[in-house]
C-alpha cells in the first residue's frame, strides 16, 4: 500500500489541525494504521493507532484526550485530529500502514509497520 500524508503546517498552541493519510494500492481495512512522529534530534515515537476494525485505537500518553485518529474506509483515508496542540507536539508525522495477523491487533512499534507515507511537518508556535 503506498501512503501521502498531508495537512501539516504552522499554528498556535491551542489550536487545531487535522492531518490526513490517503491510502492506494490496497484497501486501509487491511491494515492497522498508525501515526508516528519524530522531532529533531529524536527518535520516530508512536502517537496513535487504529486496528483492522475500526472501533480499537490507542494513544500514546502524551496525545492521549487530545488527539483522536479515525479512518474512513470509503475514501481510503486516515485522519488524526489535533486538538489543543503545544509546542512540543512540533515534529513530523508519519502515516504508516501494519499488516496485522488478527482484526484487533494494535501495533505501536515503528518496526511492526510495512509500509510510511513520507511525513508532513507539525510546527506549533508558542
Known amino acids: 500500500v503506498q501512503l501521502q500524508a498531508s495537512g501539516g503546517g504552522l499554528v498556535q498552541a491551542g489550536g487545531s489541525l487535522r492531518l490526513s493519510c490517503a491510502a492506494s494500492?490496497?484497501?486501509?481495512?487491511?491494515?492497522?494504521m498508525g501515526w508516528f512522529r519524530q522531532a529533531p534530534g529524536n527518535e520516530r515515537e508512536f502517537v496513535a493507532a487504529i486496528s483492522r476494525r475500526s472501533g480499537d485505537t490507542t494513544y500514546s500518553d502524551s496525545v492521549k484526550g487530545r488527539f483522536t485518529i479515525s479512518r474512513d474506509i470509503a475514501k481510503n483515508t486516515v485522519y488524526l485530529q489535533m486538538n489543543s496542540v503545544k509546542p512540543e507536539d512540533t515534529a513530523v508525522y508519519y502515516c504508516a500502514a501494519a499488516r496485522t495477523k488478527w482484526p484487533t491487533v494494535l501495533s505501536i512499534r515503528p518496526v511492526e509497520y510495512d509500509s510510511w507515507g513520507q511525513g508532513t511537518l507539525v510546527t506549533v508556535s508558542s
Open positions: 494500492g490496497r484497501t486501509l481495512s487491511n491494515y492497522c
